[in-house]
């Protein structure tokens, strides 16, 4: 009974406590109504602001986060403040910056992916759209979040990469300066005259829609003397920011019509080249 009654009387303090705060408590409330209603305007009004002059999505995403946070939390010591608990409210927030760091510890894989999400929403290797590769995996930037970037692969895959792992392994970026190189072999005869059939590749590149001719321009040359045939590899360059020529498309364009034009002049490319290297390779192993 005795607890019962130290019980009693100490909801009773806590309900004449409450009674006696009761005018500050609604003035307060009042109070963090209107302000929250003019920090989430302002807010707001920055945000669209952002993404009518930059394509960041990454970096708008955090600087709103960023900004929800900083505005709950001054409101939150505004209100204990107000109604007389600003000791109380440092407290909580000392705690709860203990309890961060504790939680932030066991669940250090999910805290690293956030940190490097927020240094590459500051500084990052890679844009919207850009076609990237890192551990294996190869395709286009779809979406980035604090936790990870959504990578679209060419075969149709969405893959969801932790920032962390971004962040911390190699990465290659086929687009961000605009340009990429592609590059085929054609195998010829060995009776074929080698500078002519350079010179008709080179012309079938050189005429070839999409294909950079200036700044950089395509060549040509030899690169294996195999047993059969003399490879000859070309390298041409493509402006990927250029919406209207497809890479792949363009890089079968140029292939189609590079042997075309050697067919029509009449130069030599064995059918079975495939066949003559595998033969080729099975009597070495024999011998």
Known sequence: ???????????????????????AILVACIFIIILNFLFRTIRIKLINFAQSKAEDTLLIDFGNSLLRF??????????????????VAGAILGAAGISAFVIGFA?????????????????????????????????????????????????GKDVFVPNGQIIKNPLYNFT??????????IGLDYGTNIDQARKIIMNSLLTTPGILTENKPPH???????????????????????????SLELKSI??????????????????????????????????
């Not at 900083?70 to 000791?87: D, W």
């Not at 189609?256 to 192993?285: C, F, H, W």
């Open 70 to 87: 900083v505005s709950v939390t001054v409101l939150f010591l505004l209100f204990m403040s107000m109604i007389g608990f600003g000791n």
């Open 1 to 23: 009974m005795e607890a019962l009654e130290k019980l009693n009387l100490q909801f009773q303090n806590y309900f004449d406590l409450i009674i006696q705060k009761a005018p």
């Open 107 to 155: 669940l250090k894989d999910i805290g690293e992916n956030f940190l490097a999400g927020i240094v590459m929403a500051f500084d990052r290797p890679f844009r919207m759209g850009d076609t990237i590769q890192t551990l294996g995996i190869e395709g286009v930037i779809t979406k980035m979040s604090l936790r990870d970037t959504h990578v679209k692969t060419f075969d």
């Open 176 to 185: 961000m300066d605009g340009f990429i190189r592609h590059s085929f072999l």
């Open 220 to 246: 040509t040359h030899v690169k294996n003397l195999n047993t059969s045939t003399i490879d000859v590899e070309s390298h041409f360059w493509i402006n990927t920011f250029d919406k209207r020529h497809s």
């Open 254 to 287: 140029a292939q189609s019509k590079a042997i075309t034009a050697l067919s029509q002049a009449g130069v030599s490319m064995p059918a079975n080249i495939v066949e003559l290297k595998n033969y080729d390779s099975a009597l070495r192993m024999k011998n």
